[in-house]
């Protein structure tokens, strides 16, 4: 990062970044209201994809709006990154999908069915990295 505190990460290094994270955030609109809710998911073809109960939330509002935003990061002691995903979520329907997102061996987080895959394709993703420290203080 050459001293810089923020650094633009190019699309292959976000992409990286965001396959090494299990957890994240999808961030729809609904009513006018945006609504967040913590996901765990697989990068599968650059694609995000994470699995919902039948009659959950999430389905419903990726079905009522499906222009999202996803999001994950991480950091240590000295640094951190993040990565942003805008784009379509869809429910897979078919069994070639569902057959392509069962080879992804996502397995759900917490107890209960989830049965539904959504898949993101993304229309743009950006990435940042970010040095941790005080702030130049200047007279």
Same mark, same amino acid.
């Given at each position: 990062?050459?001293?810089e ?8 290094? @976000? +992409? =990286?970044?965001? $396959?090494?994270? /299990? ?12 609504e967040?809710?913590?996901? =765990?998911?697989?990068v599968?073809?650059? /694609? ?5 109960a039948?009659?959950?939330? #999430? ?9 999202v935003? *996803? &999001? ?5 002691? @000295? &640094?951190? +990154?993040?990565? !942003?995903? #805008? %784009? !379509? ?5 078919? $069994? ?12 759900? +987080? /917490?107890?209960?069915? #989830? ?9 743009e993703? $950006?990435?940042?990295? *970010?040095? *941790? %420290?005080?702030?130049?203080? /200047?007279?």
């Amino acid at each position: 990062m050459d001293g810089e505190p923020m650094e633009v990460l190019s699309a292959d290094e @976000s +992409w =990286n970044l965001l $396959s090494s994270r /299990t957890l994240g955030r999808l961030v729809t609109c609904v009513d006018g209201y945006p609504e967040v809710f913590p996901v =765990n998911f697989v990068v599968q073809r650059r /694609t995000v994809l994470f699995r919902t109960a039948e009659f959950a939330t #999430k389905l419903f509002t990726v079905v009522m709006n499906a222009h999202v935003v *996803f &999001e994950a990061d991480d950091h240590t002691v @000295s &640094e951190g +990154w993040s990565v !942003i995903v #805008k %784009g !379509i979520a869809q429910v897979l329907n078919t $069994s070639d999908e569902i057959e392509e997102a069962e080879r992804a061996q996502l397995l759900p +987080w /917490t107890a209960g069915m #989830k049965p539904r895959y959504v898949r993101v394709e993304p229309t743009e993703i $950006s990435g940042r990295r *970010f040095r *941790f %420290g005080s702030a130049a203080v /200047t007279d």
